[in-house]
């Protein structure tokens, strides 16, 4: 943090990305708690690919944008379109648009506006090397991962505030608009901090070779070679599809869970307290994963803490995790929080420290795509096997059962060198 360039980053991506939370959670009562919709493991794996598919699909054909063009100015035209897309949701609550073609018109910003989120996230991964010195990799990316969890904690919180205080004042319909608003307040925020970077600050570096965009096949083909080529980075990205295929699996199993064993249409918002409560103790968990992670792999390098996390979250995830009660589930969601998010933040060194510049913007969406894509996998998964209430014990010991399985498989694959810990800070001690 005493890098100026760092702490504005870290400034932008926290705005930025609590707008996302006040946005989503202007769109979650709707999606999945009106009285009138029941939702089951398949329409939560629908909602989730929403958000998170439309990007991994066109993300291979903007990437080349990160290498091609300022990093900044990219961060900053993410920000204005969604300040923007957030404003016209505002308009279409507060006037009433909300039938049937209006809801599909919602949805459609509601994924242009995620959809945006992921490619400025991606740009600002990739400029973050720029903007801290080499041997503090590992240092940065176990801020920036706290950043997304605590940013949606805070930014959730402050739309919940916003929408009960709001609710008791203003009709529904603009008291639901002024959280939209809320949200385009702060993409606006963002933007103008970004507006501080200089142009080529985040990169791309000058002399990087540019891409053009029939060259588009070919870049990706090179990112893909740099990707298996640095063995660390793909074991690493591999690691993270699967940390995020069981954390996918285990969001779906909850939100069914708590609306229909938990809970009835009778009490939906006792239903809504309870499982919001069980996102906040899991976004803690993620939050502060960045205080657990860094340390320890300080302590017993990068490759160790990996298999330590996948471990730590097995035994979590099979006790207290697969009694199905209330305060062991949330107990739990903390645990795989702070466990799941460690092997992230361990990854994300690893894959930074080894993936050149010049090809890392793309590498990076890549990345972001591999993580997306477990989300919506371990979705599908659940929505397969899982009961029409939720309640299965064998499917959340089977969660547990694949950590311990990731753990093994890591510890078998890598090998114990200095691969893992370039990028660490300890390793400029040794």
Known sequence: ??????????????????????????????????????PNAWAVAAVIALIMLPFSVV?????????????????IGCDLVRMS?????????????????????????????????????AGLTAGMPL???????????????????????????LAAIIRLASGRLLAPNWADGLVFLVGSLLFIAAAITAMGFGRTELGPRSGAPVTTWSQVVSGLTAAGREITRKHPAALSMTMVFFA??????????????????????????????????????SGAGFALSG?????????????????????????????????LFRPS????????????????????????AHIADDVRGRVMVIYDIINNL??????????????????SVPFFIGIAVLFAVCAVVFAITSSESEDYQRGAAAAAAH
């Not at 054909?61 to 100015?73: C, E, G, K, T, W």
């Not at 990799?137 to 919180?157: E, H």
């Open 244 to 281: 995020r295929l069981g954390y996918g699996a285990l969001m779906t199993g909850i939100i069914v869970l708590f609306r229909h064993y938990f809970g009835s249409d009778a009490d939906l918002e006792r239903v809504m307290i309870e499982m919001g409560a069980w996102f906040l103790i």
């Open 291 to 323: 205080l657990i992670a860094s340390p320890t792999s300080a302590i017993i390098g990068v490759r160790r803490t990996i298999i330590f996390a996948f471990g730590a979250a097995a035994v979590v995830q099979l006790m207290p995790g697969s009694l």
């Open 131 to 157: 903007t801290v010195d080499n041997n503090e990799y590992l240092d940065a990316a176990a801020i920036m991962p706290m950043l997304g969890p605590l940013s949606g904690m805070i930014g959730g919180a």
């Open 1 to 38: 943090m005493r890098h100026a360039g760092f702490r504005r980053l870290v400034i932008v991506r926290a705005l930025s990305q609590g707008g996302d939370a006040v946005v989503q959670v202007g769109m979650a009562a709707y999606l999945l708690f009106s009285p009138q919709s029941q």
């Open 374 to 391: 477990g989300y919506v996998v371990g979705a599908v998964v659940a929505a397969a096997l899982l009961p029409a209430n939720g309640h």
């Open 59 to 75: 993300g291979p054909f903007v990437s080349p944008i990160l290498d091609r063009h300022s990093r900044q100015r990219v961060v």
């Open 85 to 121: 897309m957030a404003l016209i949701m505002t308009a279409m609550v507060v006037t009433g648009h909300t039938g049937m073609a209006w809801q599909a018109v919602l949805m459609v910003l509601l994924v242009i506006t995620l959809s945006l989120n992921r490619l400025q996230i």
């Open 329 to 352: 589930l949330m107990i739990a969601g903390f645990g795989l929080g702070l466990c799941l998010q460690s092997v992230k933040i361990c990854a994300d060194a690893v894959v930074q």
